[in-house]
Protein backbone atom coordinates (compact mmCIF):
# COMPACT_ATOMS: atom_id res chain seq x y z
CA UNK A 1 0.00 0.00 0.00
CA UNK A 2 1.44 3.53 -0.95
CA UNK A 3 1.13 6.16 1.50
CA UNK A 4 0.83 9.75 0.40
CA UNK A 5 1.33 12.45 3.73
CA UNK A 6 0.25 15.51 3.54
CA UNK A 7 1.21 18.49 5.73
CA UNK A 8 3.69 21.09 7.74
CA UNK A 9 6.60 20.80 9.81
CA UNK A 10 5.11 17.42 10.71
CA UNK A 11 6.31 15.62 7.29
CA UNK A 12 9.35 15.80 8.20
CA UNK A 13 10.06 12.60 10.46
CA UNK A 14 7.86 10.73 7.78
CA UNK A 15 9.92 11.83 5.16
CA UNK A 16 13.00 10.63 6.85
CA UNK A 17 11.77 7.66 7.97
CA UNK A 18 10.51 6.95 4.05
CA UNK A 19 14.07 7.93 2.81
CA UNK A 20 15.21 5.48 4.91
CA UNK A 21 13.07 2.56 3.81
CA UNK A 22 13.39 3.55 -0.05
CA UNK A 23 17.44 2.85 0.40
CA UNK A 24 17.18 -0.10 2.50
CA UNK A 25 14.55 -1.97 0.35
CA UNK A 26 13.67 -0.25 -3.07
CA UNK A 27 11.09 -2.48 -4.20
CA UNK A 28 9.16 -1.93 -0.98
CA UNK A 29 5.62 0.39 -1.14
CA UNK A 30 6.19 3.80 -0.84
CA UNK A 31 5.63 6.22 1.55
CA UNK A 32 5.37 9.71 -0.28
CA UNK A 33 5.07 13.10 1.83
CA UNK A 34 4.05 16.56 0.44
CA UNK A 35 5.11 19.67 2.73
CA UNK A 36 2.65 22.53 1.52
CA UNK A 37 4.43 25.53 2.74
CA UNK A 38 7.52 24.55 0.15
CA UNK A 39 8.52 27.38 -1.93
CA UNK A 40 6.86 25.61 -5.09
CA UNK A 41 3.53 25.96 -3.91
CA UNK A 42 3.31 29.38 -2.34
CA UNK A 43 1.48 31.02 -0.85
CA UNK A 44 -0.27 27.55 -0.01
CA UNK A 45 -3.69 29.51 0.39
CA UNK A 46 -5.42 32.01 -1.87
CA UNK A 47 -8.47 33.84 -1.76
CA UNK A 48 -11.34 32.43 -3.50
CA UNK A 49 -14.56 34.69 -2.93
CA UNK A 50 -15.24 34.44 0.71
CA UNK A 51 -13.67 31.15 1.03
CA UNK A 52 -9.65 29.64 0.65
CA UNK A 53 -8.27 27.63 -2.18
CA UNK A 54 -5.16 25.92 -2.37
CA UNK A 55 -2.51 27.54 -4.83
CA UNK A 56 -3.44 25.53 -8.39
CA UNK A 57 0.35 23.77 -7.80
CA UNK A 58 -0.56 22.34 -4.87
CA UNK A 59 -4.02 21.06 -6.21
CA UNK A 60 -1.72 19.73 -8.97
CA UNK A 61 1.00 18.16 -6.58
CA UNK A 62 -1.75 16.53 -4.59
CA UNK A 63 -3.91 15.18 -7.67
CA UNK A 64 -0.94 13.52 -9.49
CA UNK A 65 0.04 11.81 -6.76
CA UNK A 66 -3.75 10.68 -6.00
CA UNK A 67 -3.88 9.68 -9.69
CA UNK A 68 -0.31 7.92 -10.29
CA UNK A 69 0.31 5.67 -6.56
CA UNK A 70 -3.54 5.70 -5.89
CA UNK A 71 -2.10 6.10 -1.95
CA UNK A 72 -3.53 5.99 1.29
CA UNK A 73 -4.07 9.86 1.89
CA UNK A 74 -2.91 10.59 5.33
CA UNK A 75 -2.72 14.15 6.94
CA UNK A 76 -0.64 15.91 9.49
CA UNK A 77 -1.79 19.40 8.65
CA UNK A 78 -0.94 21.97 11.68
CA UNK A 79 -0.88 20.34 14.82
CA UNK A 80 1.53 22.61 16.58
CA UNK A 81 -1.03 26.02 17.71
CA UNK A 82 -0.97 24.67 21.49
CA UNK A 83 2.65 25.18 21.53
CA UNK A 84 2.79 27.99 20.33
CA UNK A 85 0.52 29.24 23.26
CA UNK A 86 1.51 26.62 25.96
CA UNK A 87 5.48 25.83 25.27
CA UNK A 88 6.13 28.79 27.26
CA UNK A 89 5.80 29.80 30.47
CA UNK A 90 2.80 32.10 30.33
CA UNK A 91 3.94 35.76 32.52
CA UNK A 92 0.39 35.07 34.19
CA UNK A 93 0.46 31.10 34.96
CA UNK A 94 -2.82 29.30 34.34
CA UNK A 95 -3.90 25.82 34.10
CA UNK A 96 -7.29 24.05 33.48
CA UNK A 97 -9.06 20.61 34.19
CA UNK A 98 -9.83 18.54 31.17
CA UNK A 99 -13.10 17.33 31.31
CA UNK A 100 -13.27 13.33 30.93
CA UNK A 101 -10.07 12.78 31.46
CA UNK A 102 -7.65 12.72 34.60
CA UNK A 103 -3.97 13.32 33.80
CA UNK A 104 -1.46 14.59 35.41
CA UNK A 105 -2.81 16.92 38.77
CA UNK A 106 -2.79 21.09 37.81
CA UNK A 107 -0.39 23.34 39.34
CA UNK A 108 -1.69 24.39 42.32
CA UNK A 109 0.82 28.00 41.51
CA UNK A 110 -1.22 28.73 38.69
CA UNK A 111 -4.57 30.50 38.16
CA UNK A 112 -7.25 28.05 37.42
CA UNK A 113 -9.17 28.96 33.87
CA UNK A 114 -12.08 27.44 32.75
CA UNK A 115 -11.34 24.71 29.97
CA UNK A 116 -13.92 26.36 27.33
CA UNK A 117 -11.72 29.64 27.87
CA UNK A 118 -8.82 27.11 26.18
CA UNK A 119 -10.73 25.28 23.81
CA UNK A 120 -12.16 28.32 22.70
CA UNK A 121 -8.70 30.04 22.44
CA UNK A 122 -7.13 27.13 20.45
CA UNK A 123 -10.31 26.09 18.14
CA UNK A 124 -9.96 30.49 16.84
CA UNK A 125 -5.96 29.57 16.66
CA UNK A 126 -6.80 26.41 14.55
CA UNK A 127 -9.26 27.77 12.08
CA UNK A 128 -6.08 27.95 9.73
CA UNK A 129 -5.62 24.25 10.13
CA UNK A 130 -9.06 23.20 9.91
CA UNK A 131 -9.37 24.95 6.50
CA UNK A 132 -6.79 23.09 5.38
CA UNK A 133 -8.32 20.06 5.99
CA UNK A 134 -12.01 20.83 4.45
CA UNK A 135 -9.49 21.80 1.30
CA UNK A 136 -7.68 18.05 1.13
CA UNK A 137 -10.62 16.53 1.83
CA UNK A 138 -12.76 18.11 -1.11
CA UNK A 139 -9.50 16.97 -3.16
CA UNK A 140 -8.58 13.89 -2.48
CA UNK A 141 -11.52 12.00 -0.52
CA UNK A 142 -11.68 10.94 2.98
CA UNK A 143 -8.21 10.65 4.47
CA UNK A 144 -6.99 9.99 7.74
CA UNK A 145 -5.28 12.38 10.31
CA UNK A 146 -2.50 11.65 12.47
CA UNK A 147 -2.64 12.75 15.60
CA UNK A 148 0.29 15.55 16.57
CA UNK A 149 3.33 14.11 19.34
CA UNK A 150 2.82 14.88 22.59
CA UNK A 151 5.18 16.74 24.33
CA UNK A 152 7.73 15.44 26.17
CA UNK A 153 8.42 15.91 29.73
CA UNK A 154 11.23 16.99 30.55
CA UNK A 155 11.17 20.83 30.56
CA UNK A 156 15.01 21.37 30.42
CA UNK A 157 15.13 19.11 27.75
CA UNK A 158 12.53 21.27 25.84
CA UNK A 159 14.22 24.14 26.54
CA UNK A 160 17.69 23.46 24.99
CA UNK A 161 16.33 21.93 21.85
CA UNK A 162 13.50 24.69 20.98
CA UNK A 163 13.81 26.56 17.81
CA UNK A 164 14.11 29.82 16.77
CA UNK A 165 10.73 30.95 16.81
CA UNK A 166 10.28 30.15 20.79
CA UNK A 167 13.63 31.66 21.41
CA UNK A 168 12.03 34.86 19.55
CA UNK A 169 9.42 34.96 22.37
CA UNK A 170 11.47 33.54 25.49
CA UNK A 171 14.62 34.84 24.90
CA UNK A 172 18.09 33.14 25.35
CA UNK A 173 17.07 31.43 28.81
CA UNK A 174 13.38 29.78 27.74
CA UNK A 175 10.80 28.89 30.50
CA UNK A 176 9.13 26.07 29.75
CA UNK A 177 5.54 25.82 30.97
CA UNK A 178 4.72 22.29 33.29
CA UNK A 179 4.57 19.31 31.59
CA UNK A 180 1.06 19.08 32.97
CA UNK A 181 -0.23 22.22 31.27
CA UNK A 182 1.40 20.92 27.79
CA UNK A 183 -0.14 17.80 27.92
CA UNK A 184 -3.61 19.31 29.22
CA UNK A 185 -2.91 21.33 25.94
CA UNK A 186 -2.06 18.98 23.47
CA UNK A 187 -4.55 16.61 24.55
CA UNK A 188 -7.61 19.26 24.07
CA UNK A 189 -5.85 20.14 20.68
CA UNK A 190 -6.64 16.30 19.28
CA UNK A 191 -10.06 16.60 20.65
CA UNK A 192 -10.58 19.24 19.09
CA UNK A 193 -8.74 17.88 15.12
CA UNK A 194 -10.70 14.42 15.84
CA UNK A 195 -13.45 16.14 15.65
CA UNK A 196 -13.00 18.32 12.91
CA UNK A 197 -11.77 15.01 10.79
CA UNK A 198 -14.63 13.19 12.09
CA UNK A 199 -17.01 15.64 10.45
CA UNK A 200 -15.75 15.47 7.24
CA UNK A 201 -15.99 11.96 7.55
CA UNK A 202 -12.30 11.26 7.61
CA UNK A 203 -10.34 8.96 10.54
CA UNK A 204 -8.38 10.08 13.39
CA UNK A 205 -5.43 8.11 14.15
CA UNK A 206 -3.81 8.30 17.37
CA UNK A 207 -0.10 8.51 18.26
CA UNK A 208 1.29 5.16 17.84
CA UNK A 209 1.98 3.31 21.71
CA UNK A 210 5.17 2.69 21.62
CA UNK A 211 6.60 6.47 21.04
CA UNK A 212 4.72 7.59 24.14
CA UNK A 213 6.16 6.70 28.17
CA UNK A 214 3.67 5.57 30.95
CA UNK A 215 1.71 8.89 31.56
CA UNK A 216 1.05 9.90 27.72
CA UNK A 217 4.55 11.78 26.96
CA UNK A 218 6.43 11.47 24.06
CA UNK A 219 9.60 9.78 24.76
CA UNK A 220 12.39 11.71 23.95
CA UNK A 221 14.12 9.13 21.86
CA UNK A 222 11.22 9.41 19.57
CA UNK A 223 11.58 13.52 19.28
CA UNK A 224 13.99 15.26 17.22
CA UNK A 225 13.49 18.37 19.12
CA UNK A 226 10.62 20.48 21.22
CA UNK A 227 8.23 19.76 19.53
CA UNK A 228 8.58 17.62 16.60
CA UNK A 229 8.90 13.92 16.21
CA UNK A 230 12.00 12.32 15.00
CA UNK A 231 13.03 9.30 11.74
CA UNK A 232 12.01 7.03 14.40
CA UNK A 233 8.69 8.57 15.19
CA UNK A 234 8.29 8.62 11.49
CA UNK A 235 8.48 4.82 11.26
CA UNK A 236 5.94 4.10 13.67
CA UNK A 237 3.42 6.46 12.20
CA UNK A 238 4.24 4.26 8.48
CA UNK A 239 4.22 1.62 10.37
CA UNK A 240 0.56 2.41 12.06
CA UNK A 241 -0.77 3.49 8.46
CA UNK A 242 0.08 0.77 6.82
CA UNK A 243 -1.49 -1.93 10.02
CA UNK A 244 -5.22 0.22 9.21
Given at each position: ?121 LAAGLARDFAR ?7 GGPFIHVESPP ?41 LFREAVEGLGG ?42
Amino acid sequence: MNILVIGQSHVAAIRDAARARREADPDRPRTRVIHTLEPRYAPELVSAGDEARFTDALAAAVRDQIDRHHPRLASVMGGNYHNAIGLLRHPRPFDFLLSDEAGPPPDPDAEPIAEALVRSALAAGLARDFARLTLLRALGGPFIHVESPPPVRDGDWVAARADAWFRERGGPAIAVAPAALRWRLWRLNSRLFREAVEGLGGRFLPVPAETQDADGFLRSDFAADATHGNAAYGEAVIRALESL
